[in-house]
């Protein structure tokens, strides 16, 4: 297998999540198996992407390397709970978490349930990029480059994921995400269903 046709990160995640995690993932959001599927496979490459953007960034690959070694080590006691998995979300976006949270919440339908989506998938894409860390032996730099390409991955690929990560990333100035953006976004995505 070439490592240009190498399966990205979020397709690994996702094969990784089929199966009982969707199913209790979806009795947790008391949402059905599909659209907690479609929710996932929007919020994955969300993650990622403002991940990868972050750590293009030489200060940020730094910190998320530092961040995913104390997780292998443990140093994140545990679970951590919801408290732990808040903490993540908010080194993940920073002040843009709540737009993040009402972005896919609006384009998958979840609504207020989608930050409590990406509080459970916080912790299992940091356990996920710690083990890759780990097993691939990356550095600060190689985590760096191989999460900006999820980041091109997911704009190029466009669909929700992308569609809510590039109205939540590319607005350098103000960071105001037009929500009627995000509204046409996720219409287009559902085929218009409401």
């Known amino acids: 297998m070439t490592t240009s046709s190498s399966s ?12 009982a995690p969707l199913q209790q993932m979806a009795q947790q959001l008391g949402a059905d198996t599909t659209q907690t599927q479609d929710a996932v496979s929007a919020a ?5 992407g403002t991940l990868g953007r972050n750590a293009a960034q030489p200060q940020g690959a730094m910190d998320l390397f530092g961040a995913l070694q104390q997780h292998l080590q443990g140093g994140q006691g545990g679970q951590g709970g919801q408290g732990g998995a808040a903490a993540v979300l908010a080194q993940i976006f920073g ?8 972005g896919l919440g609006q384009a998958t339908g979840l609504g207020a349930n989608a930050g409590q989506l990406l509080q459970m998938l916080a912790p299992i ?5 710690a083990q890759h860390v780990s097993a691939g032996g990356l550095n600060a730099d190689s985590l760096g480059q191989t999460l900006g ?3 091109t991955r ?6 929700l ?4 990560l590039g109205a939540l990333l590319d607005q350098d100035g103000d960071g105001q995400v037009g929500l009627s953006d995000l509204m046409k976004i996720g219409s287009s995505f559902l085929g218009g269903r409401r």
Do not use: I, K
């Open 8 to 19: 990205s990160l979020v397709e690994q995640l996702m094969s990784q999540l089929q199966g």
């Open 44 to 48: 994955l490459p969300l993650l990622l």
């Open 95 to 102: 002040g843009n978490q709540q737009r993040a949270e009402d």
């Open 125 to 129: 894409v940091m356990s996920f990029l």
């Open 149 to 151: 390409q999820e980041h």
């Open 154 to 159: 997911a704009q190029q690929q466009g669909g």
């Open 161 to 164: 994921g992308g569609g809510v």
